[in-house]
Nanobody, 122 residues
Framework: QMQLVESGGGLVQPGGSLRLSCTASGSIFSINAMGWYRQAPGKERELVAAINNGGITNYSDSVKGRFTISRDNIKNTVYLQMNSLKPEDTAVYYC????????????????WGQGTQVTVSS
């Protein structure tokens, strides 16, 4: 089994920045892809960004140019740097990890964190 622990959420004003972190522990040898999803109240969960072991990234159109995903393979940690935050970025952000990028991009990765709240409000 593997565990994912997120941190870094909070309240920020529009235009501000936050960095989310997600550290994996346990059976990490099978993990190829990691990423972030988010779910706002009353909305479906959506992909934010993903990265695989080779460093290939994917972003949703709504965050391109504002968010950056990165990965530290030594620390088994994935980061999401969020800049120019907007009220519509308010959501619970979930870290996810799995053995195949294709599954992760479809929201079908095996492992999920508990989520961290991000609130963008003045």
């Amino acid at each position: 089994q593997m565990q994912l622990v997120e941190s870094g959420g909070g309240l920020v004003q529009p235009g501000g920045s936050l960095r989310l972190s997600c550290t994996a522990s346990g059976s990490i040898f099978s993990i190829n892809a990691m990423g972030w999803y988010r779910q706002a109240p009353g909305k479906e969960r959506e992909l934010v960004a993903a990265i695989n072991n080779g460093g290939i990234t994917n972003y949703s159109d709504s965050v391109k140019g504002r968010f950056t995903i990165s990965r530290d393979n030594i620390k088994n940690t994935v980061y999401l740097q969020m800049n120019s935050l907007k009220p519509e970025d308010t959501a619970v952000y979930y870290c996810t990890a799995g053995s195949r990028s294709s599954d992760l991009l479809l929201g079908r990765a095996r492992y999920w964190g508990q989520g961290t709240q991000v609130t963008v409000s003045s």
